[in-house]
């Protein structure tokens, strides 16, 4: 059974960081690709950031890059996602999804994919 197990939401004030953990099992994390969505009310999910854990391939969406940093620590299964310089618009629920195809690219979503439960980021001051 896949299991995708997000952590570290909460609330933060603009500028602030937040790290994101996703603790995966139940498929081949070491040749797979990870992701984190978020989404708001009334809008769609959308891609943040994903990584290749088989490559080290990284891709960020124009709203997380040079403030968000995707990494991934194979030997516990669990991908990260490190937020700075948060903003009011960056609130949203966070979820982890896998597998994904992910390169410097872009990435494509499989026709069976799997999603973690979500974690609140709220940011306010």
């Known amino acids: 059974e896949v299991q995708l197990v997000e952590s570290g939401g909460g609330l933060v004030q603009p500028g602030g960081s937040l790290r994101l953990s996703c603790a995966a099992s139940?498929?081949?994390?070491?040749?797979?690709?990870v992701g984190w969505f978020r989404q708001v009310p009334g809008k769609e999910r959308e891609l943040v950031s994903c990584?290749?854990?088989?490559?080290?391939?990284?891709y960020y969406a124009d709203s997380g890059k040079g403030r968000f940093i995707i990494s991934s620590d194979n030997a516990k299964n669990t991908v990260y996602l490190q937020m700075n310089s948060l903003k009011p618009e960056d609130a949203a629920v966070y979820y982890c999804v896998a597998p994904l195809y992910c390169s410097d690219l872009g990435f494509a979503r499989f026709d069976r994919d799997y999603w973690g439960q979500g974690t609140q980021v709220t940011v306010s001051s």
């Open positions: 990584i290749s854990t088989a490559d080290g391939s990284t």
């Open positions: 139940g498929f081949s994390f070491d040749d797979s690709g």
